[in-house]
């Protein structure tokens, strides 16, 4: 999915690049930078494309995780990678905190109502009651079922490896259960 997607951002690329030069000294100018994001992540919070992650509304904390990650190499996502390394250090809190006092997008369809599955306890020790994240862990209500099953995936299978927790938890949970939870997770 990644490569489908690395012709179409190219552009985008060298506009993130230009703007990132620009010195972050007002809000407005750290709106201007970060408008490059909405070419995946949607414009209005609501991702073009179900694998990518909904951001807007998300953990501020979890936010300046993942772009830290990102630019260092410790998670992988060749296009994520080429947004977040030109970041310094001192851009990270003010990109995630401008997502993260974006309002979560409201859902174009009602959730369905369903029982959780089994093991779903283990999960809301970090991700809260009802999923909606807090200090230690991501909202993921809401999240589409695309991305949250391949998050799990990724892993389970030793992927995806910046949070070792979340790789012992998900190797111990079934594809099947996996499957059970995302489907769950994403419609609360």
Not at 42 to 50: C, E
Not at 126 to 148: D, K
Request: with cysteine; proline share 8%.
């Amino acid at each position: 999915m990644v490569s489908n997607h690395i012709p179409a951002v190219f552009g985008t690329l060298v506009a993130f690049a230009a703007l990132i030069a620009v010195p972050a000294n007002a809000a407005d100018e750290v709106d201007a930078k970060l408008q490059v994001c909405s070419s995946c992540h949607g414009a209005n919070g609501v991702p073009i494309n179900a694998t990518i992650p909904i951001i807007w509304g998300q953990q501020e904390y979890f936010l300046v995780k993942q772009l830290h990650d990102y630019r260092s190499g410790d998670r992988e996502n060749p296009i994520m990678a080429a947004f977040a390394k030109p970041l310094t250090q001192a851009d990270l809190r003010p990109a995630a905190r401008y997502f993260a006092s974006k309002t979560w997008p409201a859902r174009s369809t009602p959730a369905a109502s369903t029982s959780p599955p089994d093991g779903m306890a283990v999960c809301q020790i970090c991700h809260q009651q009802n999923f909606v994240g807090g200090l230690p862990a991501p909202r993921l209500a809401g999240q589409s079922y695309e991305y949250l099953v391949e998050a799990m995936r990724r892993f389970a299978e030793g992927e995806r490896t910046n949070n070792p927790d979340m790789v012992k938890i998900m190797q111990e949970i079934s594809p099947a259960q996996r499957e059970a939870m995302a489907r769950y997770i994403s419609g609360l």
